[in-house]
């Protein structure tokens, strides 16, 4: 459905984004997933055709995309913040796409009922946009967004300003519509929750470039790189020589799975994977802190010349802050990353 | 001069963007829509502004295909014209002090009291500075001229002081900084204040820390204003000036009109417009780069009713000043207007329907003459004056902002120039336009395009370029993004324009003086011609013919705020 080809978009010196190709196929729901400045929302400005690009191609539907103005590239865009018309009403912001196709009065009022039904707002038709509140405007904009049938629907950080309980829900919801309407999906976003519960396929960008690309799954089994273990949440990463079934890394001696790649790596330990013991038993460390974590408790240990770990701990057995454990490593919650 | 005044964007902070970002984001196809966005008033500034212009200053300065330059040393040697150079420097600034000093409590009140008969009051205030200054001229005229309200309570004259030039001066701009100033305090969160108390900060301390540097622009822009107009003031002077008192403009006119002194004429127009060059550039230089986003909201959100004595000791404060300085002169002129020899009566206005030694026709006709030329102006004004904003909302560059720079040169050109110029310039073929009625409104749409521009441009730039951006995504064409997402934000904008449009194309004298033909006089025209002539009826008639034209003025104002009052429920 949609093929970028080596797409690179320069401002000035700085690459925002740096010969990325991928491709989206149909029905299919892709997330970007980057921090801020990864050059994600440049991703989606240029394939709306909103921002120009300095080399690569880009094609939708086979149709190679380049001198194609905004209005005629059939892709729907929902903007970060909504970016709802606020001298329009619900049913003038829904029907906007219809109506600049060109498509009946009658037939953009019916679409544009059907989709407030859809996004769950049904009748709310004539509310002024000021009236809505969050959640609402954003119902409303991805309504918008879908009325005039854009071969791909693109969503920038669609639930970024939500509250998050609403987020949860919504996110759960659009899953769902989604894969009802058959909707070709391309989201980013800089929340790693919302890109693996929204994505078939998540792709990982740093600094302009691709790291990684994968199912939700794979990328938060396999990490591709300390990059991106350490955005999706994970501290314990380290350099590491693996020999066998053994990684020699900052925490000492860590044993990795039978089947690890060799040689100098890095290794990314879940807190799972640190199971806390006597001080005598495992390395030595000192308790600094706990955050719950509903149904764990995520300890922060300092060792005394490594680096700071986590270990995620039992509701009843985590240690207070202060003691001095010891800690040791499992296997199946070791992974040589970059393999 | 009002920006649009409910919450036209909020503007939520602006998408951290490289600003070379923006330049390359419309390629090829952009630079097309702006060329020709930008050629229709270039043309037309090009052909009835600079054209005549041109001329009239060759016309002085060329003697047998030579240019003489060392005419500027003997006029500007001259000891009269150095004092008329002074006099127009020092009363403009004067002027521009004491109408922000007097003004700035009542934008102040404006902004954020909520009293009963605001709305009125608002228009009314506003009337002044959309009269022409022919009647403003003859409402201090009088007030304190000879035989006027003053002369005969307490026996007191400053039709021959400059007293009365300045006041007419603040009568007139008053409405300028309650407007520009006034309107954008109104829209200022009040929140942002608070929380510069809560931070610690004192009342005082708020108001210089946050108020203030928000405020700025503003006030730049209405002093930049205030001083255009007194600088280049031509009819106040003419009136309460005698022949005490000249600026640049009135000394113009007379070597122009009345010594047919070219060269001098063309000299002083070089100098004023490179007085009033130099002034648009710094302002250009110090006030766009204060041009911050601003967080505005409802006005309707920040004002309240005066709390506490002080507050209510503030607003009487304002409102007696309104009743003195703006509804007094107004009051007084309707007064003499029905002030007959014989009683109080409508013998003036009566005299005015027929035709004697002064006019070919009944000055009465010139009220039809004045509405169809203003509208025709109007409708010029706004199709170029739309056209320039558009074209230099689009992108900011070098050129751009240089044109937007020059689109302000014919507030501060001498009118009289540009009237003559276009008797001088505009007379051989394809461009013989001497006879025909056309030129009058050109020359009047020429003062209105500015002030179109200055409305709209602070609109259209607040529009949130990513509602522009949504709306193409969603498949409108560039110009359906005009239609739509534009258009109905500066819709209100745009009926304020052409009203100030309207206001100004009535009142311009200046130009008109010159190229309105005698059997055709505009309003202005008529009450000059009446008010030159001696006699007790001629004066009457001045004073009923400049009523009129007050009337006129002020029902098109009350019109424009009714009509931006139905369009609230839009935004």
Redesign the interface.
């Known amino acids: 459905m949609l093929t970028l080809t080596d797409v690179t978009v320069r401002f000035g010196d700085r690459t925002a984004v740096d010969g990325v190709s991928l491709a989206v196929a149909e029905h299919e729901t892709v997330c970007v997933l980057g921090p801020s400045g990864s050059g994600k929302s440049t991703l989606l400005r240029a394939i709306a055709g909103l921002q120009t690009t300095d080399a690569g191609r880009i094609s939708l539907a086979g149709r190679d995309l380049a001198g194609v103005p905004v209005h005629r590239r059939g892709v729907g865009l929902m903007f970060q913040d909504h970016q709802l018309f606020p001298q329009r009403d619900v049913a003038g912001n829904v029907g906007f796409g219809p109506r600049m196709h060109g498509v009946p009065r009658e037939e953009a009022a019916a679409r544009t009922a059907e989709l407030l039904g859809l996004v769950g707002l049904p009748g709310a038709g004539r509310r002024a946009v000021a009236t809505l509140s969050g959640g609402e405007q954003q119902r409303v904009a991805l309504a918008r967004a879908l009325a005039p049938r854009p071969e791909l629907l693109m969503l920038d950080e669609p639930l970024g300003q939500l509250d998050r309980s609403l987020r949860e829900r919504l996110v759960v919801e659009l899953r769902r519509l989604f894969r009802d309407l058959g909707t070709t999906v391309l989201a980013v976003t800089h929340d790693q929750g919302e890109a693996f519960a929204l994505a078939d396929r998540v792709v990982v960008m740093d600094a302009g470039r691709i790291a990684q690309t994968g199912t939700p799954v794979e990328v938060w089994q396999r990490p591709a790189s300390a990059f991106v273990a350490r955005f999706l949440g994970f501290t314990n990463v380290a350099d590491a020589t693996v020999h066998g079934a053994v990684a020699d890394t900052p925490w000492g001696k860590v044993p990795v799975p039978a089947d690890a790649a060799q040689g100098g790596r890095t290794v990314l330990i879940r807190p799972a994977g640190v199971r806390l013991t006597g001080v005598a038993d495992g390395l030595p460390c000192h308790v600094e802190g706990r955050t719950f974590r509903g149904d764990h408790v995520l300890v922060l240990l300092r060792p005394d010349d490594a680096p700071p770990l986590e270990a995620a701990c039992p509701l009843t057995e985590a240690p207070e802050p202060g003691t001095t454990v010891g800690a040791q490593f499992l296997a199946e919650h070791v992974s040589v990353l970059g393999a | 001069m009002d920006l649009a005044r409910r919450?036209v964007?909020?503007t939520?902070e602006p998408?951290r963007r490289?600003p070379?970002?923006s330049r390359?984001?419309w390629?090829l196809?952009g630079s097309a829509v702006r060329f020709g966005l930008i050629a229709v008033p270039a043309a037309f500034f090009a052909v009835f502004f600079a054209y005549p212009v041109a001329a009239i200053v060759a016309r002085g300065l060329k003697d047998g295909g030579q240019w003489r330059f060392g005419r500027f040393g003997e006029v500007l040697g001259d000891p009269g014209i150095r004092e008329v150079l002074w006099f127009t420097l020092w009363q403009a600034a004067a002027s521009t002090a004491l109408t922000l000093l007097i003004a700035l409590p009542g934008a102040y009140v404006f902004a954020r009291f909520d009293f009963p008969g605001k709305q009125l009051l608002r228009a009314v205030v506003t009337v002044p500075f959309v009269l022409p200054t022919v009647v403003v001229g003859s409402a201090f005229l009088a007030l304190l001229g000879r035989g006027g309200l003053l002369d005969e309570a307490v026996g007191l004259r400053l039709d021959t002081t400059v007293w009365a030039i300045l006041l007419a001066h603040v009568f007139f701009n008053y409405a300028v900084v309650v407007r520009t100033v006034g309107g954008l305090w109104a829209q200022l969160d009040p929140r942002q204040e608070e929380a510069a108390r809560v931070l610690g900060a004192g009342r005082l301390a708020a108001f210089r820390r946050v108020t203030l540097p928000a405020l700025a622009p503003a006030v730049a822009a209405a002093a930049l204003m205030v001083f255009l107009f007194t600088f280049t003031s031509f009819g106040v002077i003419q009136i309460l000036g005698g022949p005490y008192f000249a600026t640049l403009e009135v000394e113009i006119y007379r070597q122009t009109a009345d010594f047919l002194d070219l060269p001098a004429a063309a000299v002083l127009s070089l100098v004023q417009f490179a007085a009033v060059g130099g002034v648009l550039a710094v302002h250009a230089a110090t006030v766009r780069r204060r041009e911050t986003a601003l967080r505005l909201v409802d006005p309707e959100r920040t004002s309240r009713p005066p709390r506490g004595a002080g507050e209510r000791a503030l607003l009487a404060g304002v409102l007696v000043v309104v009743a003195i300085l703006l509804v007094l002169p107004l009051a007084v002129l309707v007064e003499r207007s029905f002030a007959t020899p014989e009683g109080y009566g409508l013998g003036f206005y009566e005299r005015l329907r027929s035709a004697d030694g002064t006019f070919a026709v009944p000055p009465l006709e010139a009220v039809a003459n004045s509405l169809s030329y203003a509208a025709v102006a109007t409708a010029i004004a706004l199709v170029v004056g739309g056209l320039a904003a558009a074209a230099v909302t689009r992108r900011a560059g070098r050129l751009v902002r240089g044109f937007d720079a020059l689109l302000m040169l014919p507030l501060g050109t001498s009118a009289v120039t540009v009237g003559f110029g276009f008797v001088v310039a505009l007379d051989e073929p394809p461009l013989d336009l001497r006879s025909a009625w056309i030129l009058v409104p050109l020359a009047q749409a020429l003062v209105g395009v500015p002030f179109v521009v200055r409305t709209m441009l602070p609109v259209l730039r607040a529009v949130?370029d990513?509602?522009r951006?949504?709306?193409?995504?969603?498949?409108?064409?560039?110009w359906?993004?005009w239609r739509?997402?534009d258009f109905?934000?500066v819709r209100r904008a745009l009926l304020v324009a052409a009203g100030f449009a309207f206001a100004v194309s009535l009142g311009e004298f200046g130009a008109t003086v010159f190229i309105a033909r005698a059997d055709n006089p505009t309003l202005p025209v008529a009450v000059a011609r009446l008010l030159g002539r001696a006699g007790e009826y001629n004066y009457g008639q001045a004073m009923a013919l400049s009523t009129i034209l007050m009337l006129v003025c002020a029902v098109a104002l009350l019109l424009l705020e009714r009509l931006r009052g139905d369009g609230s429920g839009?935004?």
């Open positions: 919450e964007t909020t939520q998408p490289d070379r970002e390359r984001r390629p196809r949130d990513r509602l951006e949504a709306a193409a995504v969603l498949g409108a064409s560039p359906r993004v739509e997402v109905p934000l839009e935004f």
